[in-house]
């Protein structure tokens, strides 16, 4: 029996097994749901309904005289309709001069470390060796990577009295000798120069990484048309990177209320407490009174929820101005 085919016949067969091949085969319904997908987002969704969601619950003490004793659910409610520990604070003797405190250092940080990373960005993104680029960004980056305590520690030791080397250096251009930190006057400045000197490499990356994407075309146009530097700067660069700005500075106004606790905590002494003491640590004294103290956990989650909420106005607020005035908004 001859078994010889054509050419064309091979070729025909060739093509009817490349067609089945070609076929898609039946996914499984773990695959049609994406079910790995899932179990991969598991652990996150878990961490953060038992650790975000679930004490949203707790924010019922709020309104009550909770004791430990009782529990959350058998504490009995506060006079006002629940709204005494409110009331409390809003009338509180200190309440004005923490909210001072807290917007300045808020409303500080947020216009210095909005604007002084865009700048940085704009004038490193001009510097044309890579290896001295590099090795700038790299000392930049360097300081986001120290932790709060040993900043703090470094302050301290810097402006120590007998041997500081600021102070030492204030000392040279003729001001009095002093510890700068115990100075409530300073406590401000401080604050925020040493947090701009942490993360102002780390806070421009986002802002180098959009001027990066640049088209070097529009440039060489410029270039062509007689545009020098800053005016390229100021008509290419800085409209890239202006989108992003206002988002990074809206989701900051958000925070507006919100300082970090841990680095004022750790620079307060009680020669500086008039303008040191914020939302955040009134909480944590409310909440762990010094010895002999009875911690008032109702008044300190009544601050906080109140802390919250005037957050997210002022946040729907700014995203609302930011929609108006322009397309960038976070929704």
């Known amino acids: 029996m001859n078994n010889y085919q054509t050419p064309a016949a091979m070729n025909l067969q060739t093509l009817n097994i490349a067609k089945i091949s070609r076929q898609p085969q039946k996914r499984s319904w773990a695959s049609k ?3 790995i997908l899932f179990l991969m987002t598991l652990p996150t969704v878990i961490y953060i309904f038992v650790f975000h969601y679930l004490p949203i619950g707790g924010l019922i003490i709020a309104f009550k005289d909770y004791s430990s004793f009782r529990g959350i659910f058998s504490s009995p409610w506060t006079s006002m309709g629940g709204f005494q520990h409110f009331y409390n604070f809003l009338t509180s003797p200190n309440f004005w001069v923490i909210i001072k405190n807290t917007l300045v250092l808020s409303l500080t940080s947020i216009i210095v470390n909005t604007l002084a990373p865009i700048i940085f960005a704009l004038l490193l993104n001009e510097v044309k060796p890579k290896k001295y680029k590099r090795l700038v960004q790299t000392i930049m980056y360097a300081p986001y990577f120290i932790s709060v305590t040993v900043l703090v520690g470094m302050l301290f030791a810097f402006f120590n009295i007998d041997s500081g080397i600021f102070t030492r250096l204030l000392q040279f251009f003729g001001m009095n000798l002093s510890n700068l930190m115990e100075n409530p006057d300073y406590f401000a400045m401080i604050y925020v120069v040493s947090g701009l000197w942490q993360g102002l490499g780390w806070w421009s990356i986002v802002y180098m990484g959009n001027l990066a994407n640049i088209d070097p075309n529009l440039h060489d146009a410029a270039i062509i048309d007689g545009a020098g530097r800053l005016r390229r700067i100021i008509y290419i660069n800085l409209p890239a990177i202006i989108p992003l700005a206002v988002i990074m500075f809206i989701m900051s106004i958000g925070n ?16 500086n407490l008039s303008k040191s003491e914020i939302i955040s640590t009134y909480v944590y004294r409310v909440s762990f009174p010094d010895f002999g103290g009875i911690p008032q956990f109702s008044y300190a989650t009544a601050i906080g929820l109140f802390n919250s909420l005037i957050n997210i106005i002022i946040l729907i607020g700014a995203n609302s101005i930011s929609k108006k005035l322009s397309d960038n908004s976070l929704w």
Not at 256 to 271: D, H, I, N, P, R
Request: overall charge neutral.
């Open 256 to 271: 507006v209320l919100t300082v970090g606790f841990e680095k004022v905590y750790l620079m307060q002494l009680a020669t």
């Open 33 to 35: 749901i994406g079910l």
